[in-house]
């Protein structure tokens, strides 16, 4: 048996311990908003924070997160409204929307290290991170408008 706390609710699971993070939660567990990327760790589009650290859950074994907190997308905000989903939406940041559980998770273990960010750190670390769109530039304003709470619900007012 494999104890952990996922998105705050304790779960015990009688699973291979070899089986990938990502497989657990999608597969077994029903929570579909962490995606299969390209399966070897490279695009980071699995991301999950495990003990509030961002981790691929493609290459991470159900192991690791024995007597650990893991945190998926769905678990971020029970709403729908963190800080950084509202800046998401604010500032159109989703084209296809594929990486998107990716970069917030990313994003949201970014702002909890660096909660006023420079353009450098939130390139450094959204770097792991692959957008097919090309959207880098609105999730650099998205995190920004994030770190800055007077513009949360303030409408976009620089051009794409």
Known sequence: MIGLRLNGEPRELDLDPTTPLLWVLR??????????GCGMGEC??????????PVKSC???LS??????VTTIEGLSRDGRHRLQLAWIIEEVPHCGYCQSGQLMRAAA???EHPRPTDAQ????MSGVLCRCGSYKRIRRA?????NPEAHTAARTEPY
């Open 44 to 53: 980071g589009i699995c991301l999950v924070h495990l003990e509030g650290v």
């Open 122 to 125: 939130i390139d450094a670390a």
């Open 27 to 36: 597969d077994h567990l029903g929570l579909i908003g962490t995606k299969y």
């Open 143 to 147: 995190i920004h408008r994030a770190a």
């Open 59 to 61: 290459v991470t074994p």
């Open 64 to 69: 690791a997160a024995h007597g650990k907190v």
């Open 110 to 112: 970014l702002l909890a």
